[in-house]
């Protein structure tokens, strides 16, 4: 079991930056592969980012490759998303996910199927 709370979405101009967080409970982090999806008005949730347990592999979705990097600190429980270069379609509700075990085959690390634990979820908005 793991909990998951997002913090450090806002509004932001085009072309800004932004640092999500999330923050997990337990003491077994360190054993979990850590996702943030995002997902728009209307729209399926989306896979943005993989980063799996040590040592540490990321993944990332062909729209955000090179403006966004997720990090994890396992002894602080936190997780991290920096977003750089936000265009105003980055605007959506960024969800930090867990999961146990995630296999890279068939892309399975895309799916929200994959992923065990959810947080609530953090707006970002970009916009001027």
């Known amino acids: 079991q793991v909990q998951l709370v997002e913090s450090g979405g806002g509004l932001v101009q085009p072309g800004g930056s932004l640092r999500l967080s999330c923050a997990a409970s337990?003491?077994?982090?360190?054993?979990?592969?850590m996702g943030w999806f995002r997902q728009a008005p209307g729209k399926e949730r989306a896979f943005v980012t993989l980063?799996?347990?040590?040592?540490?592999?990321?993944y990332y979705a062909d729209s955000v490759k090179g403006r966004f990097t997720i990090s994890r600190e396992d002894a602080a429980n936190m997780v991290y998303l920096q977003m750089n270069n936000l265009s105003p379609e980055d605007t959506a509700v960024y969800f930090c996910?867990?999961?146990?075990?995630?296999?890279?085959?068939?892309?399975?690390?895309?799916?929200?199927?994959?992923?065990?634990?959810w947080g609530q979820g953090t707006q970002v908005t970009v916009s001027s």
């Open positions: 337990g003491d077994t982090f360190y054993s979990y592969a």
């Open positions: 996910a867990a999961c146990f075990s995630i296999g890279l085959e068939n892309n399975y690390y895309t799916r929200t199927t994959s992923y065990n634990h």
């Open positions: 980063i799996r347990q040590t040592p540490g592999n990321t």
